[in-house]
């Protein structure tokens, strides 16, 4: 956890507007140097980062050595790809930058992402990497890009020039090997001499690599327990208060609103309510979605109650959320809830519903984002007949799935 | 042990008085443009070791006389006089700059700022010359907690 204040350096030539590296090669620089941003400011709370450009109409730094990370990665929007880059005077405005950090206890570093031809001689680069050396600022070069005769080698031969007890590093990146990013993240660039930013990394590795976090609501409870564990517990509140609500409207439901609306309110209901009353400690690990149909379906063909486990987990979280957010649907639902409770169901209304299959298909269709000859959703269709009293639960579990990355479309209590 | 003071030496201990070897943080010292990293921190020794010279020495990178010695203290000291003890046939440091209390202090910087104080030394192979500081640096507002001094050999 090396204090340390660091400036890099930005190739905005015309060189970087070619497309070798997906999507562009100053796309791709752009992505490294937010993930090193990060990587720095999260292997010691006090690192500092600067940015500035190398090409343009001249050297510009477009952010001095800051901790912010959020004004870092702003002050990369917007950036313009033009001019040809100029190696030395990058580095020289980096120095002074350095120079001229707040907390002189840091250490300087400058990395410098060289993707246009260098031309400068290999003197010249050298005497820059004795002064660098003098004055002990470390130097990290990632040479990619443009594929000089003779770049690889001036780089090679600055970095050895400021090298200072294997402080210095330079990594080649041929455009054959796939992102800039993933490549960088194995490197000392962004293990920082193999301590704490490896942390960092192997998290974003596994990120980059599995696509999803794969950890309960997408936070490592290792990296940060108490937002792991805050999540939790508002989700436990939410489903209870959700279930509390849900008993009320299920009687409102037995009462048989006649109107689409209400009807269609408590549905809705009925499909949140039955986000908890499965059980508490699902994990929320499968967003597959071809995955949570096979788990919903499975579970309106066998006794609902065995297969509570797995099931739909992370959609669940979506709906309540969805349910919440759309203002019409929280008044359908006080609506329920205020209503006075008759015990009679008229659970049968419910099941005429959906039984009737053209009606069915008639409300899918009308609904945006759902394709009625989707066969998730003629399966689901089929799979529905008068079972029992969760049915109707399950059934629209398996709609609000289809809908469910959609969630603002949740449209159903709008009078149709 | 030859003093250039005017007292003779047997009666009284002089590295009390003459040496703040105590005084120095040795951990946080630190050099720029040293050969060997680190090792400036063995170049300051008790009195009695003074003109021990088997342990490692002090050199700048080949081809480049400059060095710039960081010495932060533990506390706040008065510095009388500075004794700078170089290697022969003309490795020896010629000029002397110093500076106190400032923080992140360059090679360009220490060419360009006003030194504190200005010395030109001469060969001292071993140890008997000391360099006064002025008067200034020994009255009241000069309590020193760095101390910062720029070599240069040409």
């Keep these: 956890m090396v204090l340390e204040a660091t400036m890099i350096c930005i190739d905005n030539s015309e060189w970087t507007r070619n497309g070798d590296y997906s999507p562009s090669r100053f796309q791709a620089q752009a992505d490294a140097v937010n993930l090193i941003c990060g990587a720095k400011t999260q292997s010691n709370p006090e690192n500092t980062v600067g940015v500035l450009t190398m090409a343009g109409k001249g050297v510009r730094v477009l952010v001095t050595p800051t901790s912010d990370l959020g004004k870092i990665l702003a002050c990369m929007h917007g950036l313009e790809v033009g001019g ?47 002064k ?30 400021v090298n200072n007890s294997d402080s210095s590093h330079i990594v080649h990146v041929p455009p054959s090997s796939g992102a800039l990013s993933d490549v960088l993240i194995s490197t000392p ?42 999540l939790r517990v508002s989700m436990e509140e939410e489903r209870a208060r959700q279930e509390s609500a849900a008993r009320a409207a299920e009687e409102a439901a037995r009462q048989g609103g006649e109107s689409s609306n209400s009807q269609d309110a408590t549905m809705t209901e009925n499909v949140s309510v039955a986000a908890p009353s499965d059980d508490n400690k699902r994990n929320e690990q499968l967003d597959n979605e071809a995955a949570l149909l096979e788990q919903a379906l499975a579970m309106s063909m066998d006794d609902p109650r065995a297969s509570q486990s797995g099931g739909i987990p992370l959609v669940d979280a979506d709906m309540s959320e969805a349910a919440m957010e759309d203002e019409e649907l929280a008044l359908a639902l006080q609506m329920s809830v205020q209503d006075d409770a008759n015990e009679l169901a008229n659970q049968n209304d419910l099941n005429q519903v959906l039984a009737n299959h053209s009606l069915m298909s008639s409300i899918l269709s009308q609904l945006p984002g759902v394709d009625p000859n989707d066969p998730a959703v003629r399966d689901a269709l089929a799979s529905m007949q008068p079972q029992g009293e969760l049915m109707p639960k399950v059934s629209f579990l398996i709609l609000f799935t289809i809908l469910g990355l959609n969630s603002t479309e949740v449209q159903l209590v709008k009078p149709v | 042990m030859a003093c250039l003071h005017d007292h003779s030496c047997e009666e009284h201990d002089c590295s009390s008085d003459f040496s703040l070897y105590k005084h120095i943080d040795l951990p946080k010292v630190s050099a720029l443009n040293e050969a060997a990293p680190g090792s400036v921190k063995s170049v300051f020794k008790a009195w009695e070791q ?15 006389p400059e060095l710039l010695v960081f010495i932060p203290f533990t506390s706040d000291v008065k510095i009388k006089s500075i004794s700078v003890v170089g290697g022969d046939t003309g490795t020896s440091p010629a000029k002397m700059r110093a500076f106190i209390n400032r923080d992140g202090i360059d090679f360009s910087d220490a060419q360009s700022m006003r ?14 010359l000391e360099y006064q500081t002025r008067y200034v640096l020994i009255s009241y507002p000069y309590f020193i907690s760095h101390l910062l001094l720029f070599m240069n050999y040409s």
């Design chain 1, 84 to 130: 040809e880059m100029n190696l030395a005077a990058g580095i020289q405005v980096a120095q002074l930058a350095l120079k001229h950090r707040q907390n002189k206890k840091q250490q300087q570093r400058i990395i410098v992402f060289a993707g246009s031809p260098v031309k400068y001689d290999k003197k010249v680069l050298e005497t820059i990497g004795k």
């Design chain 1, 132 to 161: 660098l050396k003098k004055n002990s600022v470390a130097l990290d070069v990632v040479d990619f890009g443009e594929e000089d005769d003779g770049k690889p080698e001036k780089l090679e031969a600055l970095v050895s020039a």
């Design chain 1, 189 to 230: 660039i962004f293990t920082g001499d193999g301590e704490g930013g490896s942390g960092f990394a192997a998290a974003a590795a596994a990120a980059a690599a599995s696509g999803v976090s794969g950890f309960d609501f997408g936070v490592d409870p290792n990296l940060d327990p108490e937002l792991a564990l805050a």
């Design chain 2, 50 to 64: 003074r003109l021990d010279s088997s342990g490692a020495h002090l050199e700048s990178n080949d081809g480049d």
């Design chain 2, 115 to 128: 030194p504190v104080q200005e010395w030109e030394l001469a060969e001292n192979l071993h140890g008997v």
